[in-house]
């Protein structure tokens, strides 16, 4: 039983109804105001706690953590210290804001808790390394479906191994970050030969990724039963994709610059310890896996998740509801597929699900799906049509997991899309 996540915790700070940070979340980030360059907080109702004040006046002190720990740009060192230092310091801040402690006097509480409205969410990591997983099958199935044969949808690897490939880090932005319009070849239907232009099919891709807090010597694999304790929480994740120009240059290598012009996360990482009351049985997975990758018990999370599309002076909309437990493939199997060659990860790593669909229309996960490559564009309520994503839109995705009373969400992944410079 992690004490932190007990639903019957109540804290001083005063919660709205239906926000995402109770205090049995306590997410960590990195933020910044008028007045504080960089540092770590954590996420509590509709203010952020400031670790490096409660660090520096001793509320912290017992737990063995170096100077300076929290007063950086990004939580890599933070994390490099393992998930039980994590659980730790959640554990000890849980107390600090419960109701019924008095610890945190009313003069530090001034200072170390700062409004929400106040602050700007930075990114919480240095990426090193980014790798994009294939492993919703509703979704492979229907791509597939789509460019090959309903019959043969899934090819003949997808069922035995997590499908992966390795993206771009640099241009992995935080939520509210806008992102240009992607310019590449694409092949007209009528043309013999590519043409250089604006991407014509501009999609967003619905994803949970998982960020690393351990590392493993090159040559050393990471077993399925190891992976959680390499694995510190998770964000939301748009893998904006370009769909015209992922269809030509895809084969042989895979995506490329159909997917390297951006992508983005939610600043908020939720801890994996904080999910632990929605763990959930996944699909049943057959044929039977390898033995590297069988596992036990309840490895999926049932984080219910949605899309929102924006349009230029119009009311969000929602195009999509989706959920993290439809996922055919595990974190616990990604990772350790990941490193069973003996490849060597790193703190900050990140790593996504790839595009979660559901088994219903309303819950596909990219609008290639929602409009099937646009044979059946969206009627938006402004009157507007969309096959793809349009300039001027902005993608909304959030996400929450409920149960017993406690609502443990991830705040808001959003990007603006800009005409292509």
Not at 241 to 246: G, L, N, V
Not at 342 to 351: K, P, S, T, W
Not at 372 to 391: A, H, K, T, V
Request: glycine share 8%.
């Amino acid at each position: 039983m992690i004490s932190a996540n007990d639903p019957k915790l109540k804290s001083w700070v005063t919660i709205p109804k239906d926000s995402d940070f109770p205090i049995q979340n306590l997410p960590f980030g990195i933020f910044k105001t008028k007045y504080l360059s960089a540092v770590a907080g954590v996420a509590i109702g509709d203010h952020v706690l400031d670790l490096v004040y409660l660090h520096e006046h001793g509320y912290l002190d017992g737990l063995g953590l170096p100077s300076g720990i929290f007063n950086q740009k990004f939580l890599n060192d933070f994390l490099a210290l393992g998930k039980k230092k994590i659980r730790q310091v959640r554990e000890r801040v849980s107390v600090l804001l419960r109701h019924d402690s008095d610890e945190l006097n009313a003069a530090d509480r001034e200072i170390a808790l700062v409004p929400m409205e106040e602050v700007q969410m930075l990114l919480p990591v240095r990426i090193g390394n980014y790798t994009d997983f294939y492993s919703s099958e509703e979704h492979a199935f229907n791509v597939g479906s789509m460019f090959r044969d309903p019959k043969n949808a899934l090819l003949p690897n997808w069922k035995h191994l997590p499908v992966g490939y390795h993206g771009r880090a640099s241009s992995i932005v935080v939520s509210g970050i806008p992102i240009h319009r992607p310019k590449g070849q694409i092949k007209p239907s009528d043309s013999d030969i590519p043409i250089f232009c604006p991407t014509r099919k501009l999609d967003f891709e619905l994803e949970v990724a998982f960020i690393t807090c351990g590392e493993n010597k090159l040559g050393q694999r990471i077993t399925v039963d190891q992976a959680e304790d390499y694995i510190a929480g998770f964000v939301l994740f748009n893998d904006w994709s370009a769909r015209d120009i992922q269809q030509w240059e895809y084969v042989p290598l895979g995506p490329f610059l159909s997917k390297n012009f951006g992508s983005t996360i939610s600043p908020w990482i939720v801890t994996m310890d904080a999910l632990e009351p929605f763990r959930v049985e996944g699909p049943a997975q057959h044929p039977h896996v390898l033995p590297y990758l069988a596992f036990e018990g309840n490895k999926n999370f049932d984080v219910m998740l949605e899309v929102l599309l924006q349009a230029e002076k119009s009311d969000p909309v929602t195009i999509s509801r989706s959920n993290f437990k439809y996922m055919y493939w595990n974190v616990n199997q990604q990772l350790a597929h990941h490193t069973s060659n003996g490849c060597n990860i790193q703190v900050g790593d990140l790593y996504a699900s790839g595009t979660i669909s559901g088994p219903s229309p309303g819950s596909f996960g990219s609008m290639l799906e929602l409009t099937w490559n646009g044979e059946n564009p969206l009627n938006l309520p402004d009157g507007s049509i969309r096959s793809f994503i349009d300039d001027g839109d902005t993608l909304i995705m959030k996400g929450h997991a409920i149960r017993n009373g406690v609502r443990i969400g991830f705040g808001s992944c959003n990007g603006k899309i800009l005409p292509s410079t």
